[in-house]
């Protein structure tokens, strides 16, 4: 009994070429996302940067940061200079607004408490009391920051309001027997600005000694 031999193999007509598109194609969509990812960094170390010099364009307005004082004892960090309106200030609260550009800050100077920030537990606290009223909060970030030796403690979410979403970006600062929670908030498309922002402006805390 005869066996027929083994005939070779015969790709066919366009496999090769069928086969480079693809890779090609992946390639390319491998260099577009490598590009994006490029950029993205570039335009957030430009923001970093643009904080500690030069400004940071916000919306087509430039706008400087400086050093500024608040409260006694005295805390400073970096904040928009010429851009918020000071709508309250008193002993324990200081109110800043730009209505056109509907962005807040709210830095409320209270008595310490004598635990320490537990942040784990603050989350689910702060989750839990929106969710009783009602508030489908959206938690996007929190962390730590060690700061001339202190650690200050931040965190952002997204809460529904009428017409879309707003953020809040919460840090909290400890200075002697009192504590500052700033609150910056606002439109949730500029929620990723503002986060680059609010941590420069945690990493230039400083605490006058009481």
């Not at 005869?2 to 390639?27: L, Y």
Request: charge should be negative.
């Amino acid at each position: 009994m005869k066996h027929a031999k083994n005939q070779p193999k015969i790709d066919s007509p366009g496999a090769g070429s069928v086969g480079s598109e693809k890779q090609r194609m992946q390639d390319e969509q491998m260099a577009e996302h490598a590009a994006r990812m490029n950029a993205e960094e570039q335009w957030r170390e430009d923001m970093r940067n643009g904080v500690h010099h030069g400004g940071v364009d916000l919306n087509g307005t430039i706008v400087e940061f400086e050093k500024q004082d608040f409260f006694e004892p005295g805390l400073s960090f970096l904040f928009p200079k010429d851009f918020l309106l000071c709508t309250l200030e008193t002993e324990q609260q200081m109110v800043y607004q730009n209505e056109a550009h509907a962005l807040n800050i709210i830095l409320q100077y209270t008595e310490r408490p004598e635990q320490a920030i537990d942040l784990r537990q603050m989350k689910t606290d702060m989750i839990r009391s929106m969710a009783n009223m009602e508030l489908h909060t959206e938690w996007l970030e929190d962390g730590t920051e060690e700061v001339n030796g202190q650690s200050i403690h931040y965190c952002s979410f997204l809460n529904p309001v009428a017409h879309g979403k707003v953020f809040n970006f919460l840090f909290f600062v400890d200075a002697g027997r009192k504590r500052l929670i700033a609150n910056i908030n606002g439109n949730d498309k500029h929620v990723k600005r503002w986060s680059i922002i609010a941590l420069e402006m945690i990493r230039s805390v400083e605490v006058a000694s009481a």
